[in-house]
């Protein structure tokens, strides 16, 4: 009320205070908080001078965004899974707290393709490609079929061959490679939260960085879910990792993201960050519309108790 003024020339009823005039920024600022509350009360219709109705819409959008995504919050606040850190395979070992270090041995060909470090030889031996068909690649499908053990990806870096080590020299590794016999014993390192295998129902799989959206990973590698709605509520747009019960929702970042935020990470005693989705364990996703229905079940439920 106070952003009102007075006409010139009108006169003032008996009994009610002259209104202070005010400066068109506080004019503003005043109408906008009056916006906001009777937005906040569901009044549609603001019977205000045109300025007062242009100073009132940002409010008005930024309530509605704001209740849009505590809905959508609300929406996804069960779908989390199990936050346990779980053991490393028992060809693996980790070194410190920042890597892992594992070994293989696979026949030749290997089927990878190494790198130097972007920074030059002598600064590492990266894993460039694993190539479809080739030994690394069967030793994966051997890891999703259920064997205990690491498998090679992209971004691994090579350290040894056969118990000797490449000192960081692409060209070194390759020559050890050559000279050894029919099979060969490397060793491997991974960053204790490097890239995370990805593998979708089919088994189409990728090597994913983390935070990386799931629906952009499940077109890169060619897998077509169906899913085409961007706000998730869609049943083709959901899945799950059995191994813990996590559901993801591919169009979304959250939870669309490996890994996915809405996991905790601080059950069964883990620390903080040892909930993140462990590098050694492959994701693999489940189609999962019953977790769908589940959550529109959820929904309704707990709209109808805030009617009552």
């Not at 996915?260 to 364990?281: F, H, L, N, Q, T």
Request: glycine fraction near 10%; charge should be positive.
């Amino acid at each position: 009320v106070s952003c009102i003024r007075r006409l010139k020339g009108s006169r003032r009823p008996s009994g009610v205070p002259m209104l202070r005039a005010v400066g068109p920024r506080r004019r503003y600022a005043v109408a906008a908080i009056l916006a906001a509350v009777l937005c906040a009360y569901g009044i549609k219709t603001l019977n205000f001078v045109g300025r007062v109705i242009q100073a009132s819409k940002p409010a008005c959008s930024i309530i509605a965004n704001a209740k849009e995504k505590n809905a959508l919050a609300e929406f996804l606040k069960p779908r989390m899974g199990k936050g346990t850190l779980r053991e490393l395979p028992s060809n693996a070992e980790m070194i410190g707290t920042l890597k892992i270090v594992y070994e293989v041995t696979l026949s030749k060909p290997l089927g990878i393709t190494l790198a130097d470090a972007p920074r030059g030889p002598g600064f590492g031996v990266g894993v460039e490609e694993v190539l479809p068909g080739g030994n690394a690649d069967k030793l994966l499908q051997e890891v999703l079929a259920g064997k205990d053990s690491m498998w090679i990806q992209e971004g691994d870096e090579l350290e040894a061959v056969n118990g000797v080590l490449t000192d960081g020299y692409q060209e070194k590794a390759v020559e050890l490679v050559g000279a050894s016999g029919d099979e060969v014993k490397l060793q491997f390192s991974r960053p204790r939260k490097g890239f995370i295998k990805v593998v979708f129902p089919g088994g189409k799989s990728i090597t994913s960085p983390r935070a990386a959206i799931l629906q952009r990973l499940a077109e890169k590698v060619g897998y077509d879910s169906g899913c085409t709605s961007k706000d998730g509520r869609d049943e083709k747009c959901w899945y799950k990792d059995p191994a813990t019960g996590e559901v993801y929702v591919l169009p979304l970042n959250v939870p669309g993201l490996v890994p996915s935020v809405w996991r905790k990470s601080d059950e069964d005693g883990a620390r903080p960050g040892e909930g993140e989705y462990e590098c050694w364990i492959p994701l693999r996703l489940e189609y999962a519309p019953e977790e769908y229905q589940k959550a529109l079940q959820e929904e309704a439920a707990a709209e109808a108790g805030r009617n009552r």
